[in-house]
């Protein structure tokens, strides 16, 4: 499947994250050493689900790197219409493409394992739309204060996941309505309203479930869609804010130290086990008794021959 990643944003003065872009895009602000959307390169390009990887919104002078191809499309302008034109380029690389994946730029700690879990999910059923969610208590026990915007649902309270599954066939549908949910996607009460009142209402009264919102979304739009449930809180876990920014950059560097500890454990652990190693034997010297047993074996077998 290919892997759509939009990060096409670039923080005007008004946005949290202004200062630390430097009037560049916010896929570019460095997180633990590296550009924010190089991690999730990372886990898209060791994921054994994804076949290309096609980023809309920067180019190659960004010198970014992928183990799988990186296809670049120029930036469109709006969220929309950047998933697009991500779509056509996946139809033009493969017009037998009939999912893709869209992922956000700014999901740092998402891994690879995640990745191929969401793909081999999803594809056990034919829907139209595959949105994540994560449990407030998920996030919260890896991401303490996180700070995330959550939907409070009669069942449980959830935020959205910032990498989901669509059918190629939504870039040319509903095109109005997916507009107004992108638009408005911050904010749950606003989503719920394009929906109808009855939705808005039963999401203020606390009575929608997770099940009739999916339904409830589905029959507005016109597609069949399944909603996601995630144990995992990373691939849902962004950066909008400062303080989310800070969070993520201290999380991969303990991530990155760990690392480093348990490479120096395996080098020294393969240095003792080297050294402790028996040496080679040695052969045996002039006049040991070994010799002089070897000896009188040739020269008799030499007098056989001769005779």
């Known amino acids: 499947m290919d892997a759509i990643i939009i990060a096409g944003g670039i923080p005007r003065p008004e946005d949290p994250l202004y200062s630390y872009s430097h009037g560049d895009s916010k896929a570019l602000i460095d997180v633990a050493g590296k550009p924010m959307i190089q991690w999730v ?3 898209l390009g060791g994921a054994r689900q994804v076949s290309n990887v096609i980023l809309v919104g920067l180019s190659p002078k960004n010198e970014l790197t992928c183990q799988k191809p990186i296809y670049y499309v120029s930036n469109q302008g709006r969220m929309l219409t ?9 139809l033009e690389l493969n017009k037998k493409n009939q999912y893709v994946l869209v992922v956000s730029s700014d999901i740092p700690t998402l891994k690879p394992e995640m990745v191929d879990w969401l793909v081999d999910t999803c594809m056990e059923t034919k829907d139209d739309l595959y949105y994540g969610v994560c449990p407030k208590d998920v996030m919260e026990s890896r991401f303490p204060g996180s700070k995330r915007t959550y939907t409070h649902l009669k069942d449980m309270d959830v935020c959205g996941a910032d990498i989901n599954i669509t059918h190629v066939r939504n870039a040319t549908e509903h095109l109005d309505m997916w507009e107004q949910f992108i638009g408005n996607r911050k904010s749950p009460l606003r989503k719920a309203s394009i929906i109808g009142l009855g939705t808005l209402l039963a999401l203020f009264t606390r009575r929608l479930t997770m099940d009739d919102a999916v339904t409830r ?5 016109g597609i069949k869609g399944r909603a996601i449930v995630w144990s995992h809180a990373e691939p849902c876990m962004d950066v909008d804010k400062p303080n989310q920014l800070e969070l993520l950059r201290e999380d991969l560097e303990r991530q990155q130290r760990k690392s480093m500890v348990k490479a120096k454990s395996a080098t020294k652990k393969t240095t003792k ?10 052969a045996a010297k002039k006049g040991s008794s070994d010799s002089k047993k070897v000896a009188p074996l040739t020269t008799r077998t030499k007098l056989k021959i001769e005779k």
């Open 41 to 43: 390169l990372d886990a």
């Open 273 to 282: 086990k080297t050294s402790k190693a028996k040496p080679p034997v040695k």
């Open 82 to 90: 950047n998933i697009v034109a991500g779509v056509n380029k996946a």
């Open 217 to 221: 979304v589905c029959d507005r739009i």
